[in-house]
């Protein structure tokens, strides 16, 4: 089965910060990777899928790239409803295995 | 508006067994994979099970497999999780969702989306 690691777990930044987040497989997977947000007490949304297509609706400072193994959510300029707690998933075959999650915290 | 509620949530003794539901709203059911995803409170996801559309094909993570088993039906756009023999570790929110899919470039990709608000079991003596 195909295991996803992501880091760092947690992160500090202040609003305006440039964020990134990584993530990688066990093996290849192509582009069959997904990020989702979790806000506290809510359910996961998609934020991209296919490794950097945007999901509707979701703003434009959010972007992925990657691919084979490791990939990246970047935040280009972190605004107060970004801070939650960011997971990659894969697709690409076998159970649809999720990374352990990063937290955005407010420095 | 695409929805998903699910039910049946409940505090259970360990042994015990229990079926979760989840019904659709705002899309044709019958169209879509459907998965079933937990988290234990306060920690990450994981994956739990999928069914397809029709019903005839299965999977499940490790930890549950030959003790949860998935199961629909399309008549009234509902999915359900059977759980049996349960242990202290099954405790977490069991959230619903729905794959969505598309085709770039000629390739098949798939995400989840949307998902329910979650319903809560606890095992626990």
């Known amino acids: 089965d195909i295991q996803m690691t992501q880091s760092p777990s947690s992160l500090s930044a202040s609003i305006g910060d440039r964020v990134t987040i990584t993530c990688r497989a066990s093996?290849?997977?192509?582009?069959?990777l997904n990020w989702y947000q979790q806000k506290s007490g809510r359910a996961p949304k998609v934020l991209i899928y296919?490794?950097?297509s945007l999901q509707s609706g979701v703003p434009s400072r959010f972007s992925g790239s990657g691919s084979g193994t490791d990939f990246t959510l970047t935040i280009s300029s972190l605004q107060p409803e970004d801070f939650a707690t960011y997971y990659c998933?894969?697709?690409?075959?076998?159970?649809?295995?999720f990374g352990q999650g990063t937290k955005v915290e407010m420095k | 508006e695409k929805r998903l509620v699910e039910s049946g949530g409940a505090v259970k003794q360990p042994g015990g067994s229990l079926r979760l539901s989840c019904v659709a709203s705002?899309?044709?059911?019958?169209?879509?994979?459907m998965h079933w995803v937990r988290q234990t409170p306060g920690k990450g996801l994981e994956w739990v099970s999928v069914?397809?559309?029709?019903?005839?094909?299965?999977s499940y993570a490790d930890s549950v497999r030959g003790r949860f088993s998935v199961t629909r039906d399309n008549s009234k756009n509902s999915l359900y999780l059977q759980m049996t023999s349960l242990r202290n570790e099954d405790t977490a929110f069991y959230y619903c969702?729905?794959?969505?899919?598309?085709?770039?470039?000629?390739?098949?990709?798939?995400?989840?989306?949307?998902w329910g608000q979650g319903t809560l079991v606890t095992v626990s003596s």
């Open positions: 969702a729905k794959e969505t899919h598309t085709v770039l470039q000629g390739k098949a990709y798939k995400w989840l989306d949307p």
């Open positions: 705002g899309f044709f059911f019958g169209d879509y994979d």
């Open positions: 069914i397809s559309w029709d019903g005839r094909s299965t």
């Open positions: 093996q290849s997977i192509g582009t069959s």
């Open positions: 296919a490794a950097s």
């Open positions: 998933q894969q697709s690409y075959n076998g159970p649809r295995a």
